[in-house]
């Protein structure tokens, strides 16, 4: 290896002359005229240092917007359509929480993180917030002075509203509700006097609804809280516009909303029992029932009187007895009328007659042929009247049947075959025998409380179920484990992203700006060109002192001494001026 004059390196160790190329390289770095303006100041060192700072503020602020973006928290309406009074008491309560919120674009609802909204809501429900736009009766707490009786009735009136509305808020199926009052200005003249009126607009929760009993119950409660207020003078109407207070169609139908549930509760239960006691004999999923109901819901009162057949009177109890008796005599005296006849009676006297003679005229008789005076006759009528009144048997019965009687009762019930293992081990469906038919029959009778005075109807039906079921959804393809999937894909993204710009763009970077990179490319450059210079002089760089033969004749002592002083030469022409050494170890590199 030899060293020329200018300092080139020639691998044959002859030196070569080359100062004109070497000077006219300088010159041309020299004198090369620097560029004005923008791009030329990004061209100079201290513009491309400046670029690069701005490059990697950039490539900082991106990495720390993906990652803020990606730990965005997803707000959910707390409370919406409230009043100012309730907004502020809302917002004091949630920074007492220490709880973030913001407002919603058009500020008509507040927002808070989803994983808070439910906590929330609950500690703000044992404030007693929201109270809701309605005022009560604490309206009338702050008279003014001097307020006019006008005045005074609206206030009076708008109180009266808000704790109607406050009450019927307090129904579980009511969001909101708004009550109308239209009371009349009270007149002395009956005929100008009117009737007060009302409105409420409820709105419902969603997916719920009220129920005939729970609007009767709404249209009372209004009625009993305004004087001379009828409960036919009282409209409903929800959210959607529908009038649930007009109950004309619902009682013209004749369907009750009570009465449907009831018959698909009982016959829910029927289904319930029945398959509650196959299940075990066949296994789960082996047994399917279904019931039908005829419930009469008529009420019916009857009476009823029975008599028993006459009795005999000796038997008979006497209730009542009447008797009534009369007689009726007169005394004649008979004989032949004449003159004596119509004659007065002589004077008394006591002659001596016969006895007999003697009583029969005392008695008003006759004197007897043989007397003095004829025998008296007597002659009269009698009347005998007696009523009886015996206790005739009476059994008065009066009979009211229940509302929601079972009238019959239908059953269906469907078993499939019982699975047993062949000679082979392989399962097969074999149907049920007789025996076991039998069995399950009347374990369902008993299940369904089976009537037949009743006219019960069951039907068990043993078959083979299709096997043909919907298939079982993959894992993958589960809905949870989607949701799973998409959020760990997004970490896992994002990680991808911010590694990246920091091992592909950040960090170059940086090692420009700090210079690292240009001292690895001299350093690199460096070692490239002392292992072209070892591997041209035949110089193992792992033993400096000793030379490598390439063509395999063993060297003489005097080409080592001439190394040596070749190889001081070289590096203090490196040390003196590296850029000229650099510049011939790129040559030789790019095999110029």
Same mark, same amino acid.
């Given at each position: ?14 030196a ?33 240092r ?5 490059? @990697?503020?950039?490539?900082?602020? &991106?990495?720390? $917007?993906?990652?803020?973006?990606? %730990?965005? /928290?997803e707000?959910? +309406? ?25 407002y ?25 917030l929201?109270?809701?736009?309605n005022?009560?009766?604490e ?29 019927v ?21 009956v005929?100008?006097?009117?009737k007060?009126? @009302?409105?409420?607009v409820?709105? &419902?929760?969603? $997916?719920?609804?009220?129920?005939? %009993?729970q /609007?009767?119950?709404? +249209? ?9 207020l ?42 319930k ?38 009795q ?59 007397g ?18 015996y ?89 949870d ?32 700006l700090?210079g ?13 060109a ?5 591997m041209?002089?035949?110089?193992d ?8 033969n390439l ?21 203090q ?20």
């Amino acid at each position: 290896m030899a060293v020329a004059a200018d300092g080139t390196l020639t691998s044959d160790g002859n030196a070569t002359a080359n100062n004109d190329n070497s000077v006219g390289s300088d010159n041309a770095l020299t004198t090369q005229a620097a560029p004005r303006g923008i791009a030329g100041y990004a061209n100079t060192p201290q513009g491309r240092r400046v670029m690069l700072m701005v490059a @990697a503020a950039a490539v900082v602020a &991106l990495m720390i $917007g993906i990652w803020m973006w990606s %730990q965005k /928290v997803e707000y959910r +309406v707390l409370f919406s359509n409230f009043s100012d009074r309730d907004g502020g008491a809302i917002v004091a309560s949630l920074q007492q929480m220490n709880v973030p919120y913001k407002y919603s674009e058009g500020g008509s609802a507040i927002l808070v993180p989803e994983n808070m909204v439910h906590d929330a809501r609950l500690k703000l429900a044992s404030q007693g917030l929201p109270k809701g736009g309605n005022v009560g009766f604490e309206l009338m707490e702050n008279q003014k002075l001097g307020i006019s009786q006008f005045l005074e009735q609206v206030n009076f009136q708008r109180a009266l509203e808000g704790e109607l509305a406050r009450s019927v808020q307090s129904i579980s199926s009511v969001q909101t509700a708004r009550v109308h009052l239209a009371l009349p200005k009270a007149s002395v003249f009956v005929r100008d006097q009117q009737k007060p009126t @009302a409105s409420v607009v409820l709105s &419902l929760y969603a $997916g719920r609804m009220l129920d005939q %009993q729970q /609007v009767s119950a709404i +249209v009372h409660l209004v009625a009993s809280s305004v004087p001379e207020l009828s409960p036919k003078s009282i409209t409903i109407v929800d959210q959607n516009g529908n009038l649930l207070s007009d109950t004309t169609k619902q009682q013209a139908a004749g369907l009750d909303p009570t009465q449907l549930k009831y018959v698909q509760d009982l016959q829910q239960d029927i289904v319930k029992r029945v398959e509650s006691i196959i299940a075990p004999i066949v296994g789960n999923g082996n047994v399917r029932a279904e019931a039908t109901a005829d419930v009469d819901f008529s009420r019916t009162e009857q009476a009823a009187e029975s008599y028993k057949p006459n009795q005999t009177p000796d038997s008979a109890a006497v209730r009542s007895k009447q008797s009534s008796e009369s007689q009726n005599s007169s005394n004649s005296t008979s004989g032949v009328p004449g003159a004596l006849t119509n004659q007065p009676p002589a004077p008394a006297t006591a002659p001596i007659v016969n006895p007999q003679a003697a009583n029969a005229a005392a008695n008003g008789q006759a004197a007897t042929p043989n007397g003095a005076t004829p025998a008296p006759t007597t002659s009269g009528t009698s009347h005998k009247d007696a009523t009886i009144n015996y206790e005739v048997d009476k059994t008065v019965r009066y009979t009211q049947q229940p509302m929601g009687g079972v009238r019959r009762l239908t059953v269906a019930v469907v078993v499939n075959y019982k699975r047993s293992l062949d000679n082979t081990g392989k399962v097969v469906m074999k149907p049920l025998t007789d025996a076991e038919k039998t069995q399950i029959t009347d374990l369902v009778r008993e299940a369904m409380g089976y009537n037949k005075d009743r006219g019960d109807s069951l039907n068990v039906v043993n078959t083979q179920f299709n096997s043909e079921m919907e298939p079982e959804v993959p894992l993958w393809k589960q809905p949870d484990m989607i949701q799973l999937a998409k959020e760990i894909g997004k970490y896992v993204l994002l990680a991808a992203v911010l590694l990246y710009l920091y091992f592909g763009v950040l960090r170059p970077i940086i090692w420009k700006l700090s210079g690292r990179e240009e001292r690895e490319r001299l350093a690199a450059e460096k070692a490239e060109a002392e292992a072209a210079a070892a591997m041209a002089a035949g110089y193992d760089p792992d033993d400096p002192d000793a030379i490598v033969n390439l063509s395999g004749a063993e060297e003489e002592p005097d080409e080592r001494a001439v190394y040596k002083q070749n190889l001081e030469t070289a590096k203090q022409w490196a040390k003196n001026d590296p850029k000229l050494v650099a510049s011939i170890i790129k040559t030789w590199v790019n095999n110029e």
